[in-house]
C-alpha cells in the first residue's frame, strides 16, 4: 500500500516537474495501438473490410486486404527510422545500439516489402506522424486500396 503511494506520487512529480518527458510516456504508451486503430477505424468507416497481422506475409503486415492482394503497415516513426523529426530523434544513453537496431528494422521493413511485391502484393506504410491530417490520410488510403 505504502509503495503504491509512493508511486503515484512519483508519477504526479514527473508529469508537474517535465511535461515534456510525461508526454513521452504517453507516446510509448501508445505506440502499438493507437495509431493503428486510428487507421482501422478510418477504414472501416469508409467501407473496407480488412484482417489483422497476417502471420503468413513477410513482416506480418497490421491490416491486410485478402482479395486487394493490399498490405498496410503502420509504423512507429521512432523504431522504423522515418526520415522526420521524431525518427531523427536519437537516444542520448547507449546511441549507438538504438541507431543500429532502427537501422536494421528499416533494411528489414524494405526487405519484407520486396518479398510482398515479389509474391504479387502492394504494401503501405502509413506512418505515424502522418496520421494526424485524417483528410490526407484518407486520400492515401482510398488511392492505395483502388
Ligand atoms: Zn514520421
Known amino acids: 500500500m505504502q509503495q503504491l503511494k509512493l508511486e503515484a506520487v512519483t508519477k504526479t512529480e514527473i508529469k508537474q516537474t517535465d511535461p515534456r518527458r510525461s508526454k513521452i510516456m504517453r507516446a510509448v504508451k501508445a505506440t502499438d495501438t493507437g495509431p493503428e486503430l486510428i487507421v482501422r477505424r478510418l477504414l472501416y468507416s469508409l467501407g473496407y473490410r480488412y484482417r489483422l497481422h497476417r502471420k503468413d506475409l513477410p513482416g506480418n503486415p497490421d491490416i491486410v486486404f485478402p482479395g486487394r492482394k493490399a498490405a ?9 527510422g522515418h526520415s522526420c523529426k521524431r525518427g531523427a530523434r536519437v537516444p542520448k544513453t547507449n546511441t549507438e545500439y538504438w541507431t543500429e537496431k532502427i537501422r536494421r528494422n528499416a533494411e528489414r521493413d ?3 516489402i520486396g518479398k510482398l511485391e515479389a509474391l504479387g502484393w502492394k504494401a ?3 506512418w505515424e506522424c502522418r496520421i494526424k491530417g485524417t483528410q ?6 482510398t488511392r492505395f486500396l483502388v
Open 72 to 80: 498496410i503497415f503502420v509504423h512507429g516513426c521512432f523504431w522504423h
Open 110 to 112: 524494405k526487405i519484407n
Open 136 to 141: 490526407q490520410l484518407q486520400n492515401n488510403l
Open 124 to 126: 503501405l506504410i502509413v
